[in-house]
């Protein structure tokens, strides 16, 4: 292996801060606009199943980095989904 254990450990943080980080800055821009008309359900349905999938191998392989990235990034994706059906449901009434 070429990098040792704390090389890796700033690597996989800063790993998940910069993938979860446009999540956050999705939900910010949602919740100023009141809309996330862009924002395709399958596209986040299939990005929570991803992070299932890497959630339950970061369990059996007990990474908390793996975990703690997954976990946060299934609760974005219910945040964004949340914040998509009651914006989407308000404009159609």
């Keep these: 292996m070429f990098l040792d254990d704390f090389s890796l450990t700033i690597?996989?943080?800063?790993?998940g801060v910069l993938i979860?980080?446009?999540?956050?800055?999705q939900i910010i821009r949602g919740y100023r606009t009141k809309s996330l008309?862009?924002?395709?359900p399958y596209l986040?349905?299939?990005i929570a199943i991803g992070?299932?999938?890497?959630?339950?191998?970061?369990i059996e392989i007990?990474?908390?980095?793996?975990?703690?990235?997954?976990?946060?990034?299934?609760?974005l994706m219910i945040i964004i989904?949340?914040?998509k059906r009651r914006y989407d449901r308000k404009k159609s009434l």
């Design 20 to 25: 979860l980080s446009g999540w956050v800055e």
């Design 51 to 58: 992070a299932l999938l890497w959630l339950i191998y970061g």
């Design 81 to 83: 989904f949340g914040l």
């Design 37 to 40: 008309k862009d924002v395709s």
């Design 11 to 15: 690597i996989v943080i800063a790993a």
């Design 62 to 75: 007990l990474d908390p980095y793996i975990i703690g990235t997954n976990i946060a990034a299934i609760i």
């Design 44 to 46: 986040m349905i299939l």
